[in-house]
């Protein structure tokens, strides 16, 4: 499996995780966008296994790098980060893919910097690249 594709499963897993966590601490309007946020990043890690070698995976970590939650305001600079993260990994697998596989990269990308910026992160000319 390439690098690029375990990052985006370990990174979609992670997303899903972050959602748990930060759930609880938002408010009705939030908590919706949440949930159609966790939807696509469980149907996100579905694709992706699909798509890996052999059906094989990376491990699952033993933890998370997340902050702990205590309030909304934490709960969408979580969120923000993650999906940030997010993106830059999708960007940087978009790098070593080609065709179809790059194009779902991309969109994937482009769907997690939308999110990033709805959960409070500044936007950028080009998400998920430095500089």
Known sequence: MSAGL???????????YAYGLAGPHLDEAD??????????????????????????EPDAPAGYDV????????????????E???CATYADLAAETSGVDRTQAILSARECA?????WGAPPEAFPGREG
């Open 6 to 16: 375990a990052a985006a499963i370990e990174g979609e897993q992670a997303a899903v």
């Open 31 to 56: 908590r919706s966008l949440a949930l159609g946020a966790l939807a696509a990043h469980r149907l996100r890690v579905l694709a992706l296994r699909e798509v890996a070698p052999d059906g094989l």
């Open 67 to 82: 902050s702990p939650v205590a309030d909304a305001a934490q709960a969408r600079a979580l969120l923000a980060r993650v």
């Open 84 to 86: 940030a993260r997010l």
């Open 114 to 118: 939308v999110r990033s910026v709805a």
